[in-house]
Structure formats: C-alpha cells, structure tokens
C-alpha cells in the first residue's frame, strides 16, 4: 500500500510528461530512430545525417529545439501532439515523409520522446508548454468581400514583401531570405498550398499566420492582433484570401493532355481569352537524379498544360511559377548560396559559380509516333539516347525565342530549321508560354507528325536559371500523353440507337420462345 | 435457422455464384488491381476482355454438370416466363437494352487513352555482364561481401551511406518507393518492403538492375520509360554489393539463394523469405 502511495506521488511530482516516460521508451525510440531517422537527421540528432546536404530545406536539427510546425506561440517549444502530427503526415514540399502507417503506433511516439532528448530545452521543467486556443473560422470564407479584406492585409502587413505581389514567392526582400541556420531558404508559393509544410487548410493557414515558423523569416502575425492593428477575423479573412490562391484540391495527375479542336484559328498568345475555356493539366516534375551531373534541389514543382488545334495547327500552353524572370542579377548571391548549400556530383571541388543563366522549358516527343509494341516502345524518356533521339521544342527567356532540334541524351542537342512560334509572358511570379506549329510538316523523318485521335507521347523539362540551373541541373517529368481530339461526329447517335434496337428485338424473340416453350411443358 | 447457414445456402445456387464471381471479379479488377504495388488502373477495355474471360469460365463451371446447369438457368427461366415476374422481366430487357446503348455510346465517342503500360517487372537477366570492363558472371553469383563476416557491420554502414545518399530521393526512406521525387516517375520506384521485389530475387539479379539500370533492361521491361540510373556510373562494384546487403538487413527480407545442383555447375534458385 505505501508503495503504491509513494509511487503516486512520484508521478503527481514529476511535471514534464516526457520524464514520466519508462525508461525503456527511450531506448525504443533511439532503436527506430537509428535506423528510420538518422540517416537524415543525423546521429547526434544534429540534422547533418549522410543524406543532408542532398536536400534543401535541410533536416531539422533537433538540438536547438525549434520547430517550424506549432501550436505553440512564437519562440515557444512544440507540443508532443505538435511533434506527432509533424512525425505522422511529415512535411509536405520537403523531403520528410509522413510516417503514419509505416511505422507503429508505439514506434512513433517512442521516437517522438527521443528526439526530444537532443535539446536541453525539453528537460527544462520549468518551462510550460501550452497550446493557443484557436478560434473556429468566420463564415462566408470565399467570398468576395471576404477575400477583399484578406487582400488588404495582405498588401498593409507586408506579406508581399516576401511572397510577392501574388504570392508566388518573388517578393523584393525573397532573394535575401536566410533560415536560421544561415541556409538559404524560399518564401512559399503561396499557389502552391499542397507544399505547405504544415498543410494547405484555411485553419492550418490561420494557425501558421498565429505561431509564426520559428527557424525561418516567415514571422507570427499574433502581435498585429495584440497591437489591434487587426482583428482576428480579419486574420481568418487574410487565412481564407491565401488558401483561395490554390486551387480547391491538390492537382490530380493525369496521362493525357486532351487537345480539343476549336473553330478558327488556334491562339498564339498565352492571354487569348481562349485560353480561359480549355481544361488543364498539372504535370509534377522532379530532379533530375538520373546522370551525372545530379541536381537535387529542382525550382520548378511542376507545369501547367493545355491544349488546342484547329486541324492545322496545334497550341501548347504551359504555365509554371518561377520567382524569377531570369536572369536577375538581383539574384545571384542567392544563387550562389543554393549552389553551396545543395551538394551534387562534384563534391571535393568547389561548388559551380553563380551566374546569370536564362529560363529554359522544353517540350519533348518522339520523332514518329510509336509503333512497335502495341504502341508503347518510345525513346529514353531523359531526353533519348545517342541512336535513338527525341524531337524536342525549346523556348528560353534570354535572348528570348523559342527553337527545335533533336536530343540525343543531356549533353547533344542538334537545332533543326523549323521552329515553332512561341510567346512568353513573365507575370509576377508565373511564365505562360504558347508554343504553336503546325500539324504537319515537310521533315517526316525528324519532326512528330502531330495526328488527330492518335497517343503522342510527350514529356517536359524546366530550369529556373536564378537558382543555378543549367544544363543537367534541371527538373523533369516523364512520359506523358497528348490527343488531339476530333470534334463529335453529327452521326454519334445513329449507332447506339441500333445497337438498342436491335437488343430489344432479340431479347422479346428469346421471352416469346422460351414462354412457348414452358407453356408446351405445362401441358404436356 | 442461424445466420451463417441461411448465407451458405443462399450461397450454394449456381446462379447467384455466378453473379458473385463476376461482381467480386468486377471489383478485383476495377478497385484492388490498382492499388497493388507496382500496376496502374485497368483500361477500360482490357477490364471489358478480363470480364468476357471470368465470363467464359463461369459458364464452362455452371455448365459443366447436368444438375448445376439445371438449377443454374431456373431463375432465369422464371424471370423469362413466370406471369408474376413480369414487372422483373420488362425491367431486365429495359436495363439490358439501356445498358447496350451506353456502351455502344460509349465507343463511337471514345477518346484517346493512353497505352497500356504492360511491362515485365521481373525478366530474365542476362549469365554474364561487363561492369566497368571486368566481365562478371551473374549465374551462381552470391554478394561476396558476406564471406567477410568480421566486416559485415562496415560495409552495412557504408550501404547505408551509399543508399541515403543516391537511392533515397527515388526510393525513399521507408524502401517503400516513396522517396521525394517519386511521383515524377513512372513507372514508380521500386518497392523493397513488397514481397514481391527483392525477396524474390538473388542478389545476383538486383546487381544487375542497379548497376546497369533502366537503360540496361531489355525490351519487355520498357527501358525508355524507367527512371532507374546506371549506378556503374556512379558507384564501385563494392558500393554496389554494400546497398545490397543494406536493402536486405533494413527491410528483413532474405535474398533468394542458389543452390548448387549439379557438380558440373549447374544451379537453380532457391525460394527466399521475411523472417
């Protein structure tokens, strides 16, 4: 009994929850993080594990104890549900993965109750973490009025500093950005809420715009509402007017870019009202991590495609956020410090040297369309290979043009006479490009011939030359499709109808056959 | 009458077992193929031939003894003839009727898909290879770095090293295929928790795939779409053989062994496990 009793009272004493852990919870928790977490985190818990300095935003670093996801106010240390959700759904546009359902329950909280070893702050008791209390989200959310006042704090606190006039992350103060640890770090696209580290609803939205992300520039707002400079409605309003930039759920991936045929003449400007009625298509590209050279720290997340033709020519529009209308000598110590920071193939010389490269895209497809193999059987998706190369339209923004050649893998492109027409235009963080030729063409042998109805294969490429991309440093995408759809045949109907007509005949013939027949078994 | 056996017998009559397969048969191939680790979704017109297959089958089945064949065309009979089901009659001819003319529809207007992605995930390697130069033979060939037991912790942690910095983007950290970079790519990374990749493999064949990568597949295994590097380019045979024996100590699989048959050389492979 007095055991018991002594026993209690130890427990009522001890007022941090991790001390009240077993001990060989802790020793669990190191066991998995060892072998799940160290590699990237490091062993010391330091964020300088083997993988770090493949990756930008780096590991966190658990020994200073500042965590960019919370619920905490600014400054202040996470809450362990904080810890576990940031363990469970990872940080989404980082390279942390979630890891929920792929390590136990059991497993997960152990090594949240290790990393909180690393740093001194945790085991300080007298230290009381407290989450804030959140109000619940004002209605009438995405209205105008609404987004309205959002937009208007928006421009009063300075968000566009940072995150730019539309919050693509190309703000005038963006190509001085440091993290904490003096690594160079990017405002958020703001367009982009599916790579929010601490996720892309309005109320992780608000919740962010209240505690701040300790460890970066991006600053807590929570003051503004203490100073009344604003209510915190008015905070929800600003929430809601930075989620309405996204779209209403996360890009879904599809193979084929459908190109509908349009009457008249296909548009050769990226802001022809045309554009605005045609569907798109998000196509994710990543690093190119395939050949030497290596380039793990991609600017570009993705591309924005569509598609017309008008039975003679076809237009490709593709859109993607770039900070930067490169080059931008504004940015090259920014460049600079991503080319140190982000480690590639040539580690032991120094780090390649900044400089003011362009903006490239490209658009890649076969030289014929496929035959072999049911129609699968297709170049190299990287750009092809030394004999069997791609067909491929470039456009890149200084001297501003756009060319055709043939690539035979990274290193050898081989310009061809015909081009297609491009017309760019650099909008406040976001280039829309139209890329136009047409369907048919005098050079069969080298040049797609683009047919209506048919599975084209298409891929594409990006670099963002103020972030030090160039050549092999590029982001990627793999095979795609395009088709070129034919308008709806007036005669659509005519064939159906007979099917169904003809189905119904021989199904009242099989009902008159089979009851003659029963009603000849029931009399005989 | 308890609840299991009122199902059982339900479940006895040939023509409900019908339905059952081809609805259970809908489903595996519609919903469950595509979720497995490694296939993309069914196109709509292979599901239509899988369909027709389970339907041939089904009926061979139903057919095949008198009696079963009997009871099977009962309720069909009776929705045919029976005077009180003729409201289920009409409906049945009206459906079917319906349900021709959406899929002739759906024909006429068809749009373009893109092309099955039918590739072997596993085919056949080559007996020998020439990595960097040196010919290696892949039959019979075992990780040599195993016979080292007093080093087997330093080449694990140089794999893991090897592995966190190349093979972990793609890869992920979890082996599960779902590094960072992965939904760029596809086909998708390699799954080394699945049991249906490196557990059924000799370490001899996962050589071969990484150092001559998706480049050095042959045609069945759609070398122009896999993203997979040719890592004799970047790393030595023996960072090759060390990830190797990290993939297997991390995710616990044991790799596929051979087994010496004959005195003359001949060998076979040997199943592999989870432990």
Not at chain 1, 456 to 483: C, K, N, Q
Not at chain 2, 2 to 13: D, G, M, Q, T
Not at chain 2, 147 to 161: P, V
Not at chain 2, 180 to 187: D, E, I, L
Request: proline share 8%; aromatic share 10%.
């Amino acid at each position: 009994m007095i055991d018991v009793g002594a026993a209690v009272a130890l427990i009522v004493m001890l007022p941090s929850p991790a001390s009240r852990l077993p001990m060989q919870d802790t020793t669990r928790g190191k066991a998995v993080y060892v072998k799940w977490c160290a590699g990237c985190h490091g062993d010391t818990g330091a964020g300088d594990g083997v993988a770090a300095a493949h990756m930008l935003p780096r590991p966190r670093n658990f020994t200073g104890g500042l965590y960019k996801i919370r619920t905490t106010a600014s400054g202040q240390l996470p809450t362990d549900a904080d810890l576990l959700r940031a363990i469970d759904e990872g940080l989404p546009g980082s390279a942390m993965p979630g890891w929920k359902g792929r390590l136990s329950d059991a497993e997960r909280r152990s090594v949240l109750a290790y990393i909180k070893t690393f740093s001194s702050f945790f085991a300080d008791t007298s230290q009381h973490v407290v989450p804030l209390k959140f109000s619940s989200p004002p209605g009438g959310g995405t209205g105008a009025d609404a987004l309205k006042v959002g937009r208007q704090f928006y421009d009063s606190i300075g968000c566009r500093k940072c995150h730019g006039d539309q919050g693509r992350g190309d703000g005038p103060s963006a190509p001085t950005l440091k993290d904490d640890a003096d690594f160079p770090i990017f405002a958020a696209d703001l367009h982009q809420n599916w790579r929010f580290r601490g996720g892309g609803a309005v109320e992780d939205i608000y919740r962010r715009l209240r505690t701040g992300l300790d460890g970066t520039p991006m600053p807590s707002f929570a003051d503004l509402i203490d100073q009344k400079f604003l209510t915190d409605q008015e905070l929800w309003r600003l929430a809601q007017y930075v989620r309405s930039l996204s779209p209403a759920a996360p890009p879904e991936v599809r193979d084929v870019v459908h190109a509908p045929q349009i009457p008249g003449t296909v548009p050769a400007s990226p802001d022809d009202s045309t554009w605005a009625r045609v569907a798109r298509y998000w196509f994710p590209l990543v690093g190119q991590v395939i050949h030497k050279s290596r380039w793990f720290a991609p600017a570009v997340s993705g591309v924005w495609v569509q598609a017309v033709h008008d039975g003679k020519r076809l237009a490709l529009r593709v859109s993607w956020d770039d900070r930067t209308e490169s080059p931008d000598t504004a940015w090259l110590k920014f460049e600079q410090r991503i080319l140190q920071t982000v480690a590639g193939d040539d580690s032991g010389s120094p780090p390649p040297q900044a400089e003011p490269w362009p903006d490239q895209l490209a658009v890649q497809f076969p030289r014929r369309l496929p035959e072999g193999s049911g129609g699968m059987e297709r170049p190299y998706f990287l750009m092809g290979g030394a004999t069997d190369p791609v067909y491929q339209w470039r456009w890149i923004s200084r001297p501003r043009h756009a060319f055709a050649g043939l690539a035979r893998g990274i290193e050898r492109f081989d310009t061809l006479p015909g081009a297609p027409a491009g017309q760019a235009t650099y909008d406040r963080g976001e280039w829309r490009l139209v890329l136009t030729r047409a369907l048919a063409t005098p050079d069969t042998a080298n040049e797609v011939q683009l047919e209506a109805g048919r599975a084209i294969p298409l891929a594409f490429f990006a670099w963002d030359g103020s972030s030090g991309e160039h050549g092999s440093r590029m982001a990627v995408s793999t095979w795609y499709f395009l088709a070129l759809d034919r308008p709806t045949p007036p005669g659509v109907f005519i064939s159906p109808v007979l099917a169904m007509l003809v189905t119904l005949g021989l199904g009242l013939v099989v009902v008159r056959r089979a009851q003659r027949r029963g009603g000849a078994r029931h009399i005989s | 009458m308890n609840l299991p056996s009122a199902i059982r017998r339900y479940a006895e009559h040939p023509f409900r077992q019908a339905v059952g397969i081809l609805v259970l048969a809908y489903i595996v191939v519609v919903w469950v193929v595509p979720v497995l680790p490694g296939s993309a979704i069914v196109p709509k017109s292979v599901v239509l031939q899988y369909m027709v297959t389970v339907l041939v089958g089904v009926l061979i089945y139903v057919s095949d003894n008198e009696e079963r064949w009997h009871r099977f065309k009962e309720p069909i009979q009776a929705v045919l003839v029976e005077p009180r089901l003729k409201l289920v009659r009409a409906a049945v001819l009206a459906g079917v009727t319906a349900l021709v003319g959406l899929v002739a529809y759906g024909q006429v207007t068809t749009s373009v898909a893109a092309p099955p992605n039918l590739r072997s995930i596993h085919p056949a390697p080559p007996a020998e290879i020439t990595f960097r130069g040196k010919a290696i033979t892949l039959t019979g060939l075992e990780n040599p770095l195993r016979q080292h037991t007093d080093s087997l912790a330093a080449y694990l942690a140089e794999g893991k090293r090897v592995y966190y910095q190349n093979c972990l983007p793609c890869h992920g950290d979890h082996l599960d295929g779902q590094g960072h970079f992965a939904p760029g790519f596809n086909p998708l990374p390699a799954n080394f928790q699945d049991n249906g990749t490196i557990a059924q493999l000799t370490e001899s064949f996962v050589f071969w795939r990484v150092a001559k990568g998706g480049p050095g597949l042959p045609r069945e295994g759609t070398p122009w779409n896999s993203a997979m590097p040719v890592w004799e380019d970047f790393l030595t045979e023996r960072e090759i053989w060390s990830v190797i024996l990290f993939l297997y100590e991390q995710t616990g699989w044991k790799p596929r062994t051979w087994e010496k048959t004959e005195p003359g050389g001949g060998s076979r492979e040997t199943g592999g496990g989870h432990d």
